[in-house]
């Protein structure tokens, strides 16, 4: 059995192909092998969330999965919310409220966020605050970032977008 795989795989709406080792992590993966840096390592155990990234739209710990894992999914990092010009109606939330701190767990926060949002996307505070609460920010008490999700819901609402 070999040590090395080549897999396919869709990342922010581009197809890549990929050598990898066996025991290479999605988040090493899009790190070193795409160079999409936005998506951090914190604990590289699954307790801190900053490494959350989008598998087929569900919010996953990319230090947990292997990259073969997903094989042939498609993947949203940090980088794909926004299109080339525009921050996405999240992303200008985060602005706009403060939420951004340091910014070491702002790329899981956003992609935690999309993912719920997506889900519900007429959230409570309650259901905010719970949504977050696997991801942890040690600059904030999380309010600016919970008003941030709600804003971004209602940004969304008043642009009937998703």
């Not at 890549?16 to 590289?44: F, P, Q, V, W």
């Not at 926004?82 to 701190?101: G, I, M, T, Y």
């Not at 505070?125 to 309010?143: H, P, V």
């Amino acid at each position: 059995m070999s040590d090395r795989h080549t897999i396919s795989l869709n990342v922010n709406g581009a197809d890549y192909s990929c050598e990898i080792d066996a025991r290479m992590t999605l988040a090493d993966c899009l790190r070193e092998k795409l160079n999409l840096t936005g998506t951090h390592l914190g604990c590289e155990h699954g307790v801190c969330g900053s490494c959350t990234v989008l598998a087929d739209g569900d919010a996953v710990r990319s230090c947990l999965m292997f990259a073969v894992q997903v094989q042939g999914m498609e993947i949203t990092t940090v980088e794909g919310l926004a299109n080339n010009v525009d921050l996405s109606p999240l992303q200008e939330a985060f602005r706009d409220n403060h939420a951004l701190q340091c910014g070491f767990c702002t790329p899981g926060m956003l992609t935690t966020a999309e993912a719920f949002l997506t889900e519900n996307p007429s959230p409570t505070r309650a259901e905010t605050e719970s949504a977050i609460s696997g991801n942890l920010c040690r600059c904030t008490g999380y309010i600016s970032i919970v008003d941030a999700i709600l804003d971004a819901a209602d940004r969304r609402r008043d642009a009937g977008s998703k």
